[in-house]
């Protein structure tokens, strides 16, 4: 399985950026996806989640409303379009796959991790 991140840099407060996540070695449409980050000196944190078929998703309560998760299950691709960023959302940001079956927000349940995008928010 090789999940590779696309899309990250640096980028003024208030501004947008859309990172993609392409996913080979799987069955895409099988497992749900995960975009976790991971800002220097802190653990990693879920970001947001979306369910095999794209149906349902979960966020974060500190990017619900700026931050949304889709996926291209024909492009074997997760994005994470990300709005009216803040400082504090600077960190990697990394895409995965969680275990079979269901959807879940802890780290430990994803099999799978890409090599992370470094997202700067300028203020």
């Known amino acids: 399985v090789q999940l590779v991140e696309s899309g990250g840099g640096l980028v003024q407060a208030g501004g947008s950026l859309r990172l993609s996540c392409a996913a080979s070695g799987l069955t895409f449409r099988f497992y749900a996806m995960g975009w976790f980050r991971q800002a220097p000196g802190k653990e990693r944190e879920f970001v947001a989640a979306?369910?095999?078929?794209?149906?349902?998703?979960y966020y974060a309560d500190s990017v619900k409303g700026r931050f949304t998760i889709s996926r291209d299950n024909a492009k074997n691709t997760v994005y994470l379009q990300m709005n009216s960023l803040k400082p504090e959302d600077t960190a990697v940001y990394y895409c995965a796959q969680y275990r079979t079956g269901g959807l879940g927000l802890a780290v430990k349940d994803y099999d799978y991790w890409g090599q992370g995008t470094q997202v700067t928010v300028s203020s």
């Open positions: 979306i369910s095999r078929r794209g149906d349902s998703t």
